[in-house]
């Protein structure tokens, strides 16, 4: 099992689809392509949802413009739907537990 997420980003957009998402084009980091662990100390596993927080997100909370979020589907014993956590990785690539729930989210 791969615990580990990689992040590649590719327009293959055609023209029509294009024009639709262009303007969130600026928001996405400049540099796509980071290799991190979002397995948190409680070992929650497979990532599932990812967000990026972006350009002109206030600076001056808990998230910073350029970081994404990963929430963790599974716990540690791979139990689908039960995982916890949401781990916060950095433009720079540190991780963090950004949050963790008592109950499965």
């Not at 290799?35 to 909370?61: C, H, L």
């Not at 014993?77 to 963790?100: C, E, P």
Request: glycine share 10%; charged share 10%.
């Amino acid at each position: 099992m791969n615990r580990y997420l990689s992040i590649a980003l590719a327009c293959s957009l055609g023209a029509g689809l294009f024009a639709q998402y262009e303007p969130l084009l600026p928001q996405l980091p400049s540099n796509p392509s980071i290799t991190v662990s979002t397995v948190p100390a409680n070992g929650d596993q497979n990532p599932y949802g990812i967000a990026f927080v972006p350009v002109g997100f206030p600076k001056d909370g808990a998230v910073q413009p350029g970081d994404l979020l990963v929430s963790n589907f599974n716990n540690s014993g791979n139990l689908q739907g039960t995982g916890t956590t949401i781990t916060r990785i950095t433009s720079a690539g540190s991780t963090s537990t950004f949050s963790q729930s008592p109950k499965p989210a």
